[in-house]
């Protein structure tokens, strides 16, 4: 796949664990598997634009508080969400 950086084919999927923080600001959680990017020609190491939207949107539509410090992108976004629709967004 190719790199958002540098336009490089070389770019690889990989997963990765990013400390996210909570929307309320209360404490930050350790996210594991979360799907990224990789290149080996510039080096860096990202998350897609619309995978880190899902994530914060994921994080506003449900109850935090019970989450524990460290889970799966997958277990976060299994959770089932407490609003029907995202009222944060026009
Ligand atoms: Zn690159």
């Keep these: 796949m190719q790199c958002m950086w540098c336009d490089s084919n070389q770019a690889e ?10 929307p309320d600001g209360s404490r930050a959680i350790e996210i594991k598997e979360i799907p990224s990017v990789t290149c080996p ?26 989450l ?3 889970l799966t992108f997958k ?4 959770v089932p969400r407490f609003l029907k629709r995202n009222y944060f967004k026009l």
């Design 68 to 70: 524990p410090n460290s």
């Design 75 to 78: 277990e976060l976004m299994d």
């Design 13 to 22: 999927e990989a997963k990765m664990t990013g400390y996210w923080e909570l």
């Design 41 to 66: 020609d510039c080096g860096m190491e990202y998350q897609e634009e619309t995978l880190v939207e899902e994530i914060e949107d994921q994080m506003m539509l449900i109850d935090t508080k019970p």
